[in-house]
């Protein structure tokens, strides 16, 4: 049985353990709504794209002659996986469950018997790769002093990605990220995006129209498909920011809540046991009287 | 009446403009172009300049660099650069202009880069005389 002066100390240290999360969620809740917005207003642009990409590729007659960055190299074995976390923990199972997905994949690109490429983004995801897959890892970003991630964070690694490519580093690669569904689901999403994958349904074929190009195809091609790159990870990294203060929201949420639970339970606790040596003291002084 | 059509200019970031217009000029890669209602099906990419919405009011976009698509009507530009003509600095046009024009003087850049440099100092010249 604790002493009544050791509860006092723990009512004390859990609440304002209590105050911590209450204001550490409040402040993600403020951010999650810009970042939500940013994810919103952020969609148009990338679905558009992927659009036009789309209508380009249709027009394609050609598949060997097209740009390696649509169609692939070809072959099949190294793959490049583009794994994006947040820079700070605190936010529930956010970072694990991207963590998680991606070393599923990983298991089953080496069981496959096909090389592993890795690229990190944001610290803790990090941590928690390197300790079984540090030596795939072959290029680490963090944007941690960066107080929002721009366009231009994502151009950065979107131009990384182009280079190892022309380089012939990869084959493939493959996108992990938290897709913001709402505030309290969040989808661990894994995204092919070289070559790019063609996710939407084929039956659009019939309101295919024949565009006009200027200059031709392959050089708008040229143009547009390492943009569309840095668009998806723009894309990615909206959601990513999103999905965290979502994800810190609810888990600061819980905390307070059980917080909340421990101080409740410690309380009864201390009042039953102040009670107790009341009583006692009680019954000591009267057996001390009847003595007399 | 009917002449009108939609235009988008969206950002990675934000919806720039959604509005009707009944012409609109681009700087497309290999020219200005003027688009009106019912224009071919079109995908194009641009070179810095102006975009010049004519509708119940001119509206000017300086952009650097984006993606052009028409088509059904909808003319959608994707771009990650654009701003409002009025609204620009014309001191922070300046400093562009001879960013650009330092990177011009230097030799290992490509002939396509040179193009697009050439016309970002034209414009910004036309916008600040």
């Known amino acids: 049985m604790p002493s009544l002066d050791d509860l006092k100390k723990r009512i004390k240290s859990v609440k304002s353990t209590q105050k911590i999360t209450k204001a550490m969620k409040m402040v993600a809740a403020a951010k999650l709504r810009k970042a939500q917005e940013n994810a919103e207003k952020g969609r148009p642009y990338s679905q558009k794209m992927q ?48 963590c998680k997905l991606a ?23 990090l941590d928690q790769i390197k300790r079984e897959y540090g030596k795939y890892i072959v290029k680490k970003f963090s944007f941690k002093e960066k107080k929002q991630i721009t366009f231009n964070e994502a151009e950065i690694i979107g131009k990384e990605i182009i280079n190892l490519f022309q380089q012939n580093e990869f084959d493939k690669c493959i996108l992990f990220y938290n897709n913001f569904k709402n505030v309290i689901t969040q989808i661990p999403q894994a995204q092919q995006i070289i070559p790019t994958e063609n996710s939407s349904t084929e ?37 990513n920011a999103a999905s965290e203060q979502g994800s810190r929201m609810t888990a600061m949420d819980n905390a307070t809540r059980n917080a909340g639970d421990l101080v409740d339970k410690l309380t009864i606790n201390y009042n039953r046991s102040r009670q107790a040596s009341i009583t006692k003291e009680l019954i000591e002084i009267i057996s001390g009287a009847e003595s007399l | 009446m009917s002449e009108k059509f939609t235009v988008e200019i969206i950002s990675p970031d934000r919806l720039i403009i959604k509005s009707e ?11 200005q172009m003027g688009i009106l209602k019912d224009h071919i099906p079109l995908i194009t990419f641009l070179r810095p300049g102006l975009i010049i919405i004519y509708g119940n009011e001119k509206k000017s976009y300086y ?10 009507n909808n003319l959608l530009i994707l771009t990650s650069k654009a701003k409002v003509l009025e609204n620009i600095d014309k001191k922070s046009l300046e400093e562009i202009k001879d ?11 490509s002939d396509k880069e040179k193009y697009l440099l050439s016309y970002k100092i034209e414009t910004i010249n036309e916008i600040n005389q």
Do not use: H, M, W
Not at chain 1, 206 to 230: G, T
Not at chain 2, 21 to 31: F, K, L, M, N, R
């Open chain 2, 63 to 72: 952009v650097e660099e984006g993606t052009v698509e028409f088509s059904n």
């Open chain 1, 103 to 125: 070393k599923i994949n990983f298991k089953k690109i080496l069981k496959d018997g096909k090389t592993l490429k890795i690229i990190t983004v944001g610290s803790k995801g």
């Open chain 1, 51 to 98: 659009n036009i990409i789309l209508n380009l590729t249709k027009s394609i007659n050609d598949p060997s002659n097209a740009p390696k960055l649509l169609v692939g190299t070809g072959e099949d074995k190294i793959y490049l996986c583009v794994v994006l976390t947040a820079d700070r923990g605190l936010c529930g199972g956010f970072n694990s469950n991207i």
């Open chain 2, 21 to 31: 217009a009944t012409e609109v000029t681009i700087p497309s890669y290999e020219g």
């Open chain 2, 99 to 109: 960013l650009a024009k330092k990177k011009l003087n230097e030799s290992e850049i």
């Open chain 1, 203 to 239: 039956d659009k074929s019939d309101d295919s129209l024949s565009y006009e190009f200027e200059p031709d195809e392959d050089e708008i091609l040229e143009d547009l498909l390492p943009k569309n790159l840095s668009t998806q990870i723009f894309k990615a990294f909206l959601e």
